[in-house]
């Protein structure tokens, strides 16, 4: 950890306190977003501090600083560290819950500028494992601090992927995509959180003139998908190559998920900020 933005100041990681009375701590009340950057940059902003607000809403966190002041604040820190890193942005429930309103009226601001560590070149070609679980997450739409759910992973495998009564949704911290037909099939916004890097992808694919289905995969086509990727603003497009026992298409990252990995890549400086 390099920086702490809290009590609004930068503080040093070590000086950095949350005191035992904020219910992030004593109820896990607390939504955050997790931000990449490039050349000092700072990828999808706008989108992630939107996502930020409407997770907090509907936590019932209220008062938030506004966007503006949150953007001011994580440019500054950036600058301040003066390379890439990764930014975790909090809004915790604070000390008080207001029982007439049912808010949390007092949310705390703080931000974490930590050292961005990147998914290697090693694990991108050779792709990864996902561990299936049998449930979802509870409120698709926040980006809530508990993520106990996601801590099952059985050794070797890289991260959770929630698949509720036959279907899946998505990956523990990540949006997962699934190829079947030369279709690209992800999980609609009603049953996921809406992420970043996801609407990227759909937005490449169908320039691409790849088709798009906004459904949620199902466990039974998996046998007969040909590729399979997941995504996330730090780990970008990342293969995978099994699903618990299921080796997806021929056990290697696919010619699609390469391609849009590729134009993500090329095109990323059309969403820094
Ligand atoms: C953070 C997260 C993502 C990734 O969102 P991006 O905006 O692409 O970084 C996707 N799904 C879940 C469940 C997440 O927690």
């Known amino acids: 950890m390099y920086l702490c933005y809290i009590d609004g100041e930068f503080k040093k990681p070590e000086d950095a306190k949350l005191p035992i009375s904020d219910l992030i701590i004593q109820r896990g009340v607390g939504v955050f977003e997790v931000m990449a950057t490039h050349d000092l940059k700072i990828l999808m902003l706008t989108p992630h501090l939107e996502r930020f607000k409407n997770s907090a809403e509907s936590c019932g ?85 508990d993520y106990r759910k996601t801590y099952q992973n059985h050794s070797g495998t890289f991260e959770t992927l929630y698949c509720p009564d036959g279907e899946i949704t998505e990956a523990g911290h990540s949006t997962f995509f699934l190829i079947v037909n030369n279709i690209l099939i992800t999980a609609p916004l009603n049953r996921v959180l809406k992420g970043t890097t996801r609407a990227a992808i759909i937005e490449l694919a169908k320039s691409e003139n790849i088709k798009v289905e906004e459904r949620c995969p199902l466990w039974s086509e998996l046998a007969g998908a040909s590729e399979a990727f997941i995504t996330g603003s730090v780990k970008k497009v990342v293969p995978v190559v099994k699903i618990g026992g299921i080796v997806i298409g021929n056990g290697k990252p696919g010619t699609i998920t390469q391609k849009l990995s590729n134009l993500y890549d090329k095109y990323i400086s059309r969403w820094l900020e």
């Not at 002041?69 to 604070?94: T, W």
């Not at 703080?110 to 979802?136: H, M, W």
Request: proline fraction near 6%; avoid cysteine.
């Open 61 to 145: 966190i209220i008062n938030l600083p506004d966007v503006e002041f949150m953007k001011k604040i994580i440019h500054e820190g950036v600058l301040k560290i003066n390379k890439d890193v990764r930014v975790k942005a909090y809004l915790s429930g604070g000390d008080v819950f207001d029982e007439a309103t049912g808010k949390f009226t007092n949310p705390r601001f703080f931000v974490i500028f930590e050292a961005q560590d990147v998914v290697s070149n090693e694990t991108r070609s050779k792709g990864v494992i996902l561990d299936p679980v049998p449930y979802g997450r509870d409120d698709p739409n926040v980006k809530s601090v």
